[in-house]
T-cell receptor, first 116, second 114 residues
Framework: GDSVTQMEGPVTLSEEACLTINCTYTATGYPSLFWYVQYPGEGLQLLLKATKADDKGSNKGFEATYRKETTSFHLEKGSVQVSDSAVYFCALSDVMFSGGYNKLIFGAGTRLAVHP | ETGVTQSPTHLIKTRGQQVTLRCSSQSGHNTVSWYQQALGQGPQFIFQYYREEENGRGNFPPRFSGLQFPNYSSELNVNALELDDSALYLC?????????????FGPGTRLLVL
């Protein structure tokens, strides 16, 4: 079945460093791809999304490009801040045509810690 | 615009008991999905409700059940609680089902089973 694999954490960076969190996926169809962020003790917040190949999603300085040829959707940011410390989840939207529903399949999450 | 809300925020139950969790969807959204997030893991899909009907289910036993009401709010019921049911339960709403709509999450209900 469909799946998402993301790099293991924790990732520890100094403020203003560059960030890359790798995400690859396996899917039989043409899923939409998402990055969600979870701050301590909270639910998931949508960070960005891309719905088709070569689309670039961006938000709050983060960006990710839907690469169909490498089945990847890596998250990048040029200069991280302490406030970016959180757990980041890569996900794909799997549309089940037989049941008419769609579900999100998540990676295991990558914890990011940014120090001053 | 009101986002997705969930209640209660925290809950402690003992093994064998039953629990009901509640979710109000974002305004204009008719589809609600429920996920279970165990500690240190990514969320796992439980089921989805669309216009008051369950239209999709993940790999969870029948003791996990749900409802959706005419105002599109939803409940998750878990019977015969087990220790492994301890997790963060997340509700997400979206505009439609069966399409690649973005799902917007609530803050979650943290359930501890003793």
């Amino acid at each position: 079945g469909d799946s998402v694999t993301q790099m293991e954490g924790p990732v520890t960076l100094s403020e203003e460093a560059c960030l890359t969190i790798n995400c690859t996926y396996t899917a039989t169809g043409y899923p939409s791809l998402f990055w969600y962020v979870q701050y301590p003790g909270e639910g998931l917040q949508l960070l960005l999304k891309a719905t088709k190949a070569d689309d670039k999603g961006s938000n709050k300085g983060f960006e990710a490009t839907y690469r169909k040829e490498t089945t990847s959707f890596h998250l990048e940011k040029g200069s991280v801040q302490v406030s970016d410390s959180a757990v980041y989840f890569c996900a794909l939207s799997d549309v089940m045509f037989s049941g008419g529903y769609n579900k999100l399949i998540f990676g295991a999450g990558t914890r990011l810690a940014v120090h001053p | 615009e009101t986002g997705v809300t969930q209640s209660p925020t925290h809950l402690i139950k003992t093994r064998g008991q039953q629990v009901t969790l509640r979710c109000s969807s974002q305004s204009g959204h008719n589809t609600v999905s429920w996920y279970q997030q165990a500690l240190g893991q990514g969320p796992q899909f439980i089921f989805q409700y669309y216009r008051e009907e369950e239209n999709g289910r993940g790999n969870f036993p029948p003791r996990f059940s749900g409802l959706q009401f005419p105002n599109y709010s939803s409940e998750l019921n878990v019977n015969a609680l087990e220790l492994d049911d301890s997790a963060l339960y997340l509700c997400a709403s979206s505009l439609e089902a069966g399409r690649q709509e973005t799902q917007y999450f609530g803050p979650g209900t943290r359930l501890l089973v003793l």
